[in-house]
């Protein structure tokens, strides 16, 4: 078995069901440390998180990816136990295996075989580890990014491990995404009996119209890098159970994917704007879950495409569709984020798996991103002044 192969199967032994890392960034840190990394853990609340850094000078490229997983489903639907690492026909079964612990372990092991290779690079290498990416995302990546700012240490090119293949390894590769803006509604009626409507207010008929417009509304047109934005109702709640009560409230969630052609701001003007022509009485809660970001084609992108390139042969596409990732709270700093990993046909999935040779693949192209930036591209002088401040 192969190293990167038997540190994948290492790592999802362990049960870290979100926010539980269950000892993967030990492991992780253990192998980063025989190597010269300065091992740094950052815990907030019941989260844990990892930097680790080798090197004093800019450019600073990092690794980025979480150790959580989300929970297996039905354990009786598993053709094996999720976090008993199988391989058959040449897949490893196991939750994580693709999202993404078979990132980290290619990972840790090109880092190794760069290092071997150019024990005296250029540059810097970090790694930024969560186990807060698939709960509420509140206590990982954003508290390292702001602890990081705090004392000057900035990332320059961020490399995520989120599962951004479709049909081939390196076919897909995410170079931004969309921003994500929830909202909870409470509309407030009158509760009263059905046959005497005139004593009651019912919150759907006060509220049904403007409903109606908030999901019909054009919010934009898109651009070259975003599709249009969209909003989705997600839950609704009212009734009392009972089929002959006018309920007195109304609660619906809804969300908006949106592109760099809006700002939360903007958007949260128009609701409100739309919601008041209705004349009724109503409470609008909401959350930011990430702004928008995309990274332009620069040198990340053109060493990841090349290097993909190179290694199997794929003309890499960039894409800014999919959910939310931690490379939002890693962006606004200043760095190129990018996303490559494995092919996601499997994540959340029961029976998630990934390729064996597709992590020794990934392995080999992460290890030839590091050679393109901190060995085959010159390095401005102006990196000279990124030493660590702490």
Not at 15 to 21: K, Y
Not at 153 to 160: M, S, T
Not at 346 to 354: L, S, W
Request: glycine share 10%; net charge negative; aromatic share 6%.
């Amino acid at each position: 078995m192969s190293p990167t192969t038997a540190l994948a199967c290492d790592l999802i032994a362990r049960p870290s069901v979100t926010p539980e890392d269950a000892g993967c960034q030990r492991i992780m840190a253990e192998r980063l440390a025989a190597i010269g990394f300065r091992i740094e853990p950052m815990t907030f609340g019941a989260v844990t998180n990892l930097w680790a850094r080798r090197g004093q000078r800019g450019p600073l490229f990092c690794f980025a990816g979480h150790t959580d997983v989300v929970p297996t489903g039905p354990l009786d639907e598993w053709s094996c136990d999720p976090f008993v690492p199988t391989i058959r026909d040449g897949l490893l079964y196991g939750r994580g295996a693709v999202d993404m612990k078979g990132s980290l372990a290619a990972m840790v092991t090109a880092t190794e075989s760069f290092v071997a290779e150019h024990p005296d690079h250029p540059g810097s290498i970090a790694f930024l580890i969560t186990s807060d990416e698939e709960g509420p995302a509140v206590e990982g990546t954003v508290k390292v990014v702001e602890r990081l700012e705090q004392r000057g240490e900035k990332i320059d090119y961020a490399l995520v491990g989120e599962p951004s293949s479709r049909e081939r390894l390196g076919d897909c590769i995410k170079n931004g995404r969309r921003g994500s803006l929830c909202a909870h509604l409470r509309v407030e009626g009158t509760q009263g009996h059905v046959a005497y409507p005139q004593r009651a207010s019912n919150p759907f008929h006060l509220s049904a119209a403007a409903l109606s417009a908030l999901c019909t509304q054009v919010w934009d047109g898109g651009n070259d890098h975003f599709p249009p934005t969209s909003l989705q109702i997600t839950n609704v709640n009212m009734g009392t159970g009972a089929d002959n009560v006018i309920p007195g409230r109304l609660e619906v969630q809804f969300n908006l994917r949106f592109s760099t052609e809006l700002d939360p701001e903007t958007i949260k003007t128009r609701v409100h704007s739309i919601l008041d022509t209705g004349g009724f009485a109503y409470d609008l809660q909401w959350r930011l879950s990430g702004r928008p970001f995309l990274t332009p084609v620069g040198e990340l992108v053109a060493a990841t495409r090349e290097a993909i390139k190179a290694v199997n042969g794929v003309e890499a596409q960039l894409s800014t569709a999919g959910g939310t990732s931690d490379g939002r709270f890693i962006a606004p700093t200043g760095a190129q984020v990018l996303e490559l990993g494995p092919i996601n046909a499997t994540i959340h999935q029961i029976d998630e798996r990934v390729g064996v040779e597709e992590i020794e693949q990934l392995s080999v192209i992460y290890r030839q991103i590091l050679r393109r930036l901190l060995i085959e591209c010159p390095i401005p002088s102006s990196f000279e002044a990124h030493a660590r401040t702490t």
